[in-house]
């Protein structure tokens, strides 16, 4: 592999920077933005020499995005060793880690959400508690639902949904400029 580029540089150490205030590991993140630009499949060697991170800390950052389901491993022509390469297409990335984030972050909070409710419901001393968790699972549970729809429709449908911005509101009657009450 070639040096990285000044502009490779610049991306890879922004998106380890931002994979920390999104809650990933910096070299996670940097792992990730080196094998998203990369014209072919790296190995972990080569990632480890592009980065200048030590071999195990690579070897942990490929489980960990492997998990997530964003990069794979392929194998190359007259190669022993695994190669791997990030998912390219941005909006089936972007699907991919809502759905690990929703299983891993939404899903156990709308369990314990709806535990709590049904633990509230049979213990009356405390109505405000109940009130307000009621409501917190109904808000998970509606933009749970709401997810599952979007999730559903093809990425075209998706970028022509994201897209739309004020005629969406202009089509509810809230104009594009009026704010929605909460």
Known sequence: ???LTPLQQKFILHWGKMGTQWGINRTVAQVHALLYISAEPLDAEEIAKALSVA???VSTSLWELQG??????????GDRRDHFESVKDVWEMFRTVLDER?????????????????????????????????????????????????????????????????????????????????
Not at 103 to 130: F, G, H, N, W, Y
Not at 133 to 161: C, D, H
């Open 68 to 77: 997530w389901g964003i990069i794979r491993t392929v194998h190359v022509l």
């Open 102 to 182: 929703k299983k891993r972050e939404i899903d156990p909070t709308l369990e314990m959400l709806s535990e709590c409710v049904a633990e509230a419901e049979k213990d009356k001393s405390d109505p405000q508690t109940k009130e307000r968790l009621a409501e917190m699972l109904n808000f998970f549970e509606t933009m749970s639902n709401w997810y599952g729809q979007i999730r559903r429709l093809p990425t075209k449908g998706v970028i022509k949904f994201v897209t739309m911005g004020d005629k969406i509101l202009k089509t509810l009657g809230l104009g594009s400029s009026s704010k929605s009450e909460v």
């Open 55 to 57: 071999r195990s800390n």
């Open 1 to 3: 592999m070639k040096p």
